[in-house]
């Protein structure tokens, strides 16, 4: 059975790389450091992400898995969630930008704009890695001998 470490450690790695592909994909010249801020909130989100499915149905015993462990849980968090965290995250993105470019506008508030741009850029990555630490806890639990129910317990 998967442990609370090797939950955390797959989520880490599920929402940094999720995070990092995406904004790669995204950026443009100069945002190097909006990118390390992304990977950074992608494992942050990552980690929340695949605690989730434990919060929702606490540990108890080996079977605890129901609902928000099932397969079609799984599946609505890789295609809704991950699609929705998307979508925010392309509107902080967008927002990053925008403090970008403001603090270039105004050097005398440049340091407000630039901690605003990286916590921007913060919130985009936890908005990617939250989903794909979900969906990387219900991947573990899967491959244990219990492994996941299709809808729900006994399905």
């Not at 928000?68 to 990053?96: C, D, F, I, P, Y």
């Amino acid at each position: 059975m998967s442990n609370l470490a090797e939950h955390d450690e797959a989520g880490i790695a599920a929402g940094a790389i999720l995070s990092l592909v995406l904004a790669l994909k995204s950026s443009v010249r100069g945002e190097e450091w909006d990118v390390v801020a992304q990977v950074l909130g992608g494992a942050v989100g990552g980690k929340l992400g695949s605690r989730l499915p434990d919060l929702i149905e606490p540990p108890t015993s080996s079977w605890h898995r129901s609902t928000a462990h099932s397969l079609v849980a799984t599946a609505a968090v890789a295609t809704g969630g991950v699609a929705k965290g998307n979508r925010l995250a392309e509107r902080l993105r967008v927002a990053a930008r925008d403090a970008r470019i403001r603090g270039d506008e105004n050097p005398d508030a440049r340091a407000v704009h630039t901690m605003r741009r990286l916590l921007n850029s913060f919130g985009a990555g936890v908005a990617t890695g939250m989903p794909a630490g979900y969906v990387s806890h219900t991947l573990l639990d899967a491959a244990t001998p219990r492994s996941i129910p299709i809808i729900t317990k006994g399905f």
